[in-house]
């Protein structure tokens, strides 16, 4: 088992999307995230099914860093409340789990 972690999190257009991907990564929050379009997602919100169009991030970070990916994303995310789901990276390549050691706030990037 690592000390990394993948988040997951939906945004309702691309442009969100971007935004926020991009603000992880500027603040070092995250080494990177990939924006997945054309996501369909069905769930139940306030008693009733819901059908919505999503984009969807696929965000590399640290368990250290988890609390304040969360907190980015629930303070910048149009959602009411946003989906940040983490799932443990057992295993990786050495050479990609050390780059994104140093990319990220916690590790050597600063």
Same mark, same amino acid.
């Given at each position: 088992?690592?000390?990394? *972690? *993948?988040?997951?999190?939906?945004?309702?257009?691309?442009?969100?999307?971007?935004?926020?991907?991009?603000?992880?990564?500027?603040?070092?929050?995250?080494?990177?995230?990939?924006?997945?379009?054309?996501?369909?997602?069905?769930?139940?919100?306030?008693?009733?099914?819901?059908?919505?169009?999503?984009?969807?991030?696929? *965000?590399?970070?640290?368990?250290?860093?988890?609390?304040?990916?969360?907190?980015?994303?629930?303070?910048?995310?149009?959602?009411?409340?946003?989906?940040?789901?983490?799932?443990?990276?057992?295993?990786?390549?050495?050479?990609?789990? %050390?780059?994104?050691? %140093?990319?990220?706030?916690?590790?050597? %990037?600063?």
């Amino acid at each position: 088992m690592t000390d990394k *972690i *993948i988040l997951l999190s939906t945004c309702g257009n691309a442009e969100e999307a971007e935004r926020l991907a991009r603000a992880l990564v500027e603040a070092r929050l995250a080494a990177c995230v990939n924006v997945l379009g054309g996501v369909r997602s069905f769930y139940r919100w306030k008693g009733a099914v819901e059908d919505a169009s999503e984009c969807l991030l696929v *965000i590399k970070t640290s368990r250290a860093l988890f609390d304040e990916v969360r907190a980015a994303l629930e303070k910048a995310h149009s959602y009411e409340l946003p989906e940040v789901l983490a799932l443990p990276v057992v295993a990786g390549s050495p050479n990609y789990l %050390g780059w994104l050691d %140093g990319e990220l706030k916690d590790g050597a %990037g600063e």
